[in-house]
């Protein structure tokens, strides 16, 4: 009976799809807080006929959904916690589906579900920051721990290039990719893209999967680093290839390509950047410890083996070792 | 209980300041010993105060802060940047939790925050004690073993005061942040290198 198959239930996907293809139904929850900005449709070119159907059900849904939208000014606190509206499981959720995307499946549609957040963004960020800086750290210290002459800091400074560097990308590159598609909206008069949120959680979902790959690096094995750094850059730049693809198809080819490898190119150098400012090389393990004054007969002259990092407790006490064994040795060099 | 509190209001005008100072530090004691031995009670939220944390957040920069006189570029964190860590931090994360949902005030919030660092400047101070020794494996190992009981002491003594207020379905969005600032300042003390 047909009736029956209008009320059998539908599978998950077949939800997805139909919230691709008319995003206008935005889904409610729990709370009655909808998205507090008004975001157009993606025209999708199939769906066309599919939307006409609904055409009448839609005006009379997005009126009655327009008569309950209480919308807070940006003043109240309650608009920022709009953003902030998402559980435990709707996070992790978001991060699994940043971290295998799939070519059909637009993250922002199926996973934000036109519902963006800033939990997400704001606290990937900041721990990626930190975790950068932290074992940035550590390859220094592995560093010392093969070749004692390199002076072991703590380098907190980093820590505040990092949190500067990631914050900045995270949404300073996703204001100007908005602000682009909005402009190429202008141009082709089309229903437009994302709305910036939507733009910014893409990105800083994207971030995620840099948190293991940087603690991955510690490895010192350099193959290895540069196997991990693809691998991250792949599966965060396909994500958002992924989710950018139905709104940049419509334009023309050169500006969708333009677009998408600029892209990815600063994702790209976002890691090499990463990778080089905040990681230190491990030197070779031949390189021989300064020998100790004690061990050695006082004729002998030392050369020095590596720069010495002179403002250094262990600097200095190595140079003080250096000048025990010069003078002794003087005697003998005379004739 | 209004008359008491009339009373009490009045009385402490003429006190002599030993007396106020004395009663302002038993509170910040008091509080210490809840953090020290966290159960489940209000008094941390119901008499809420920042003294302990200024003290505590002070104590600690002054102590990361390294003997040398020479200013070099890639050294531990400053003092300005110890407090503001620490500061901003707390603000952050009760912002976090309040935009979360959660129904505690801010400032119960940052009190909560600030005297649970007490755990952590313990450590700050055993690490310098133990530095004072020789270098080498032993050192490191007491060090890290040291901070890592004090982080574990003081996530669960914040844990104990705030994952109460928190919507249940929300709890580890809002608990994961406190973890994060408290790694962040656990790393700092074990970093220290006079």
């Known amino acids: 009976m047909a009736a029956a198959d209008e009320l059998a239930f539908h599978e998950f996907e077949e939800a997805t799809n139909l919230l691709a293809e008319t995003p206008e139904a935005a889904t409610t929850s729990r709370s009655e807080q909808l998205t507090p900005q008004g975001h157009v449709a993606v025209a999708v070119g199939s769906g066309d006929s599919y939307g006409a159907e609904d055409e009448v059900e839609e005006s009379d849904k997005t009126a009655l959904l327009q008569e309950e939208k209480q919308q807070p000014g940006f003043w109240t606190f309650g608009y920022y916690q709009s953003f902030f509206d998402v559980d435990t499981w709707q996070v992790l959720d978001r991060i699994r589906g940043s971290l295998l995307p799939r070519p059909g499946h637009n993250f922002v549609r199926h996973r934000l579900r036109n519902r963006p957040d800033l939990y997400g963004p704001f606290w990937i960020c900041a721990t990626l920051a930190f975790v950068l800086a932290i074992t940035g750290n550590l390859t220094l210290l592995l560093a010392q721990r093969r070749d004692p002459s390199i002076h072991y800091s703590p380098q907190f400074h980093k820590v505040t290039v990092a949190g500067v560097t990631i914050y900045c990308y995270a949404w300073l590159v996703p204001l100007a990719l908005w602000g682009f598609l909005r402009w190429r909206q202008g141009v082709r008069e089309r229903l437009g893209p994302y709305t910036f949120l939507e733009t910014v959680c893409v990105y800083g979902y994207s971030l995620f999967v840099f948190i293991p790959t940087v603690v991955l690096w510690l490895i010192p094995v350099p193959w290895l680093q540069w196997l991990f750094g693809v691998l991250a850059l792949a599966l965060s730049a396909a994500g958002l290839v992924f989710t950018l693809w139905p709104v940049v198809r419509e334009d023309t080819r050169l500006a969708a390509a333009v677009l998408l490898s600029v892209v990815v190119l600063l994702h790209a150098l976002l890691a090499l950047g990463c990778k080089f400012y905040f990681f230190q090389p491990l030197p070779p393990a031949h390189v021989a410890p300064p020998p100790r004054a004690t061990a050695l007969p006082p004729s002998i002259l030392l050369p020095p083996t590596s720069p010495w990092s002179v403002a250094t407790p262990d600097g200095q006490s190595l140079q003080a070792q250096h000048e025990r064994t010069l003078l002794p040795a003087l005697p003998t060099l005379r004739p | ?194």
């Open chain 2, 1 to 194: 209980m209004r008359s008491r509190i009339r009373e009490f209001d009045s009385s402490t005008l003429n006190e002599s300041v030993q007396n106020t100072i004395m009663r302002d530090l038993k509170a910040v004691g008091k509080k210490f010993m809840h953090v020290l031995y966290p159960r489940k009670s209000n008094t941390l939220l119901r008499d809420w105060d920042l003294w302990g944390p200024l003290i505590l957040c002070v104590t600690l920069a002054l102590m990361l802060q390294r003997g040398s006189v020479d200013s070099e570029k890639d050294g531990g964190p400053q003092f300005a940047e110890v407090f503001v860590i620490v500061w901003f931090g707390a603000v952050t994360i009760t912002l976090n939790s309040k935009l979360l949902g959660g129904n505690i005030s801010f400032f119960q919030s940052l009190c909560v925050l600030g005297y649970c660092i007490l755990p952590l400047t313990v450590a700050m101070l055993v690490c310098r004690l133990v530095l004072l020794a020789e270098p080498g494996p032993i050192n490191f190992m007491v060090r890290l073993f040291v901070v890592i009981v004090m982080f574990a002491w003081s996530i669960i003594a914040s844990t104990a005061f705030l994952a109460d207020s928190q919507p249940p379905n929300r709890k580890a969005l809002a608990v994961y942040p406190v973890f994060l600032f408290y790694f962040v300042i656990s790393w700092m003390i074990l970093t220290f290198t006079p």
